[in-house]
């Protein structure tokens, strides 16, 4: 079983949609979940953090369930600025940042 | 502020060359990263650098050795290419441990 596991898509959806990716991870000793976006032949960049008692910014909601294990991202009133690849980031070793592992990443398409 | 550059932004090698992806950060952080990403696969972290002075191995290291050349700059070195090594490589960079800025990339292949 991958260290952690996305759902890599695509997902289409019109503007204006809510939509959710879940993102599952082996280690239950993980302590810190992340999501970054990536455009399309560009560089990662820091979306926000999950905390244990979920997180909001703006239209981004995000979760995390140990018991299950898995983290999720919602969006809501979807734009065409929001298509890109999403990926989950667990940190499956204590505080170490250097031990990240990456989601191969959910692949988002907002369409007019 | 030019956050975090990487040179060369593509390069073509021949199997067995050697070559040094360049990083630099202007943003005083005393944490950089090298990673690979290839097709359906998550990034991997190839080395980081906690602090300068400091390297560390991460996942995938070897075929790769790196330079913490002061707070500013870390290089990655491929001393023997293979195409295996073909891949897009991203550097990061950050204040408090977890990669906050990537670099735009290089996207290298090795024939």
């Known amino acids: 079983r991958k260290e952690v596991e996305q759902d890599p898509g695509p997902f289409n959806v019109p503007e204006g949609a809510t939509v959710a990716f879940n993102c599952t991870y082996s280690n239950s000793a993980s302590q810190s979940f992340f999501w970054y976006r990536q455009d399309c032949r560009k560089e990662p960049k820091l979306l926000m953090s999950v905390y244990s008692s979920g997180n909001e910014d703006g239209r981004f909601t995000a979760q995390l369930n140990r018991a299950s294990q898995y983290i999720s991202l919602l969006i809501r009133d979807s734009k065409l600025s929001d298509s890109a690849t999403y990926l989950c980031?667990?940190?499956?070793?204590?505080?170490?940042?250097?031990?990240?592992?990456f989601g191969q990443g959910t692949i988002l398409t907002v369409h007019p | 502020n030019a956050g975090v550059t990487q040179t060369p932004k593509f390069q073509v090698l021949k199997t067995g060359q050697s070559m040094t992806l360049q990083c630099a950060q202007d943003?005083?952080?005393?944490?950089m990263y090298w990673y690979r990403q290839d097709p359906g696969m998550g990034l991997r972290l190839i080395y980081y650098s906690a602090s300068e002075g400091t390297t560390d191995k991460g996942e995938v290291p070897n075929g790769y050795n790196v330079s913490r050349l002061n707070k500013r700059e870390f290089s990655l070195r491929l001393e023997s290419a293979a195409p295996s090594q073909t891949s897009v490589y991203f550097c990061?960079?950050?204040?408090?441990?977890?990669?906050?800025?990537f670099g735009p990339g290089t996207r290298l292949t090795v024939l």
């Open positions: 990061a960079s950050s204040e408090w441990g977890l990669p906050q800025f």
């Open positions: 943003m005083n952080h005393n944490s």
């Open positions: 980031v667990v940190n499956g070793q204590g505080t170490s940042y250097g031990k990240l592992t």
